[in-house]
């Protein structure tokens, strides 16, 4: 009877030995100011952004190479809004431009703006404001803000409803919870699903969404995926269809905060439903499609970074549909802004506090 | 030696309740004909399951704000008796939530707390909601002689 117990016991405490010992955490850079985005320059450094407005560069050891505050225009600092993404162009080795997402405007009237500048050696020059999403609205609430390039080297930018504004995620005339598809330098694609349709604003590629914080591009299977905060419920994992509309405030599973109900309906006729969901709120804030050689077992696995939950959320994909989920990193108890994949098959992570923290995930062995 | 009037906390109570059961309804109206726009309309059917809704969970929210602001009415109606008219305290019970709101809102991380607030119309409505509590408290008051 003592040995069938440890042997029961060795049964289950194999695994859990292994998962903990599969990966193996170092802190690249720390007392950072509410990382928000992370990109990866062709030499092996990064580009980090912080809300409050400041751009680093890093070396690939976390050192720092410069912080810069870039003349973005307009560029308004309080609650949510500051500082978001950045990606390089599709251009970058020719040309060295990047985009930045920022929220401008005043408290009063402000909205999410997409600017491009020339990456220097000592910061970035050529600073220009190239969208602003409309119409300008109050409070500093639900920007959205993370851009992603499609495979015709067009951008997508995601927006949020600037929350007091929900219903103008139905609206097709403004760029209020929507996500919005863009030249490089701003102007809107001829093919963009609503470019001629009057009472459409142009730049609409899908709509519906309530605050869009994670977007990537998956060329292999040539699939949009994005992620969207619910108010309490209702987080959403969504594959971007051109066109669709997918419902928020109509359909969702969330609630108010205050425990009111948003819709009587969670699923509703010609808006599309999310492929994966999370109630209670993850609050979802980043994420990558990890097509990395360092952890084999996690090749085209989708990690979403989660606020609320203080975790990565590791969503293993099979034609389109979430088949296994994992929860990881909650050990270190702290919001995690983004995830991003490295070229060199690491996982980085942002943590999200004025002590944040830039995170390097390398397998244990 | 302090004498405890139990009918008075018995009423603001009651007052409370009636203030928090018509606010879950007009938010839900608020919410509701936001989503009626929407779509062409809402069933019936759905119409009474949210506002079951609200009244079982948004009551939860609304009730302690609804004790504070009637309670603040209620201690100034108490040592201001020139406030004792059936308008004045009904006035009062609005402009004390109007200023709640506004403290509410400062405080919270969202822009607008309660969705219903977010317009003239859906504010003045939950105002109202908040005079109704105090003119049936007063009003007992006065049923009772408690005040003239």
Known sequence: ????????????????????????????????????????????????????????????????????????????????????????????????????????????????????????????????????????KSGAAHFGGRIAFLPDNSLVLTLGDGFDYREQAQNPANHLGKIVRLNVDGSVPPDNPFADRPGYAAEIYSLGHRNVQGIFYDAATQTLYSHEHGPRGGDELNIINDGANYGWPVATKGIDYTGARVSPYIHFTGMQAPVWGWTPSIAPAGMTLYRGELFPQWQGNIFVAALAAKSVYRLDIENHQVVHEQVLFSELKQRIRDVRSGPDGALYLLTDSDKGQLIKVTPAN | ?????????????????????????????????????????????????????????????????????????????????????????????????????????????????????????????????SSAGMLGYIWLLKRRKYYA
């Open chain 1, 1 to 136: 009877m003592p040995r069938f117990a440890i042997l029961l016991a060795l049964l289950f405490a194999v695994p859990a030995v292994n998962a903990a010992a599969s990966y193996q955490l170092k802190v690249l850079a720390d007392n950072l100011s509410y990382p928000w985005a992370l990109e990866f320059l062709p030499d092996g450094d990064m580009l980090l952004t912080e809300r409050g407005g400041i751009l680093k560069r890093l070396a690939a050891d976390g050192s720092e190479r410069f912080s810069i505050q870039p003349a973005l225009p307009d560029l308004l600092q309080a609650a949510q809004a500051g500082l978001q993404d950045v990606i390089l162009t599709p251009g970058f080795t020719d040309n060295n431009q990047i985009l930045l997402s920022y929220a401008c405007g005043t408290l009063k009237a402000n909205n999410t703006c997409l600017a491009s500048a020339e990456l220097t050696a000592s910061g970035l020059g050529n600073i220009k404001r190239i969208f602003q999403a409309q119409p300008l």
């Open chain 2, 1 to 129: 030696m302090i004498s405890v009037h139990w009918f008075l906390l018995w009423y603001l109570l009651l007052a409370v309740l009636l203030t928090t059961v018509l606010a879950c309804i007009t938010q839900s109206g608020f919410n509701l004909a936001a989503i009626a726009a929407l779509t062409g309309g809402v069933a019936a059917g759905d119409i009474a399951a949210t506002v079951w809704f609200d009244l079982t969970h948004f009551s939860l929210t609304y009730a302690p704000i609804a004790l504070v602001n009637l309670l603040v009415a209620a201690v100034l109606l108490h040592y201001l008796p020139l406030l004792r008219q059936f308008w004045l305290a009904a006035v009062l019970g609005a402009v004390v939530l109007y200023l709640m709101l506004l403290i509410i809102n400062t405080i919270a991380p969202m822009p607008t707390l309660i969705a219903a607030t977010r317009s003239n119309g859906g504010i003045i409505s939950m105002l109202l909601c």
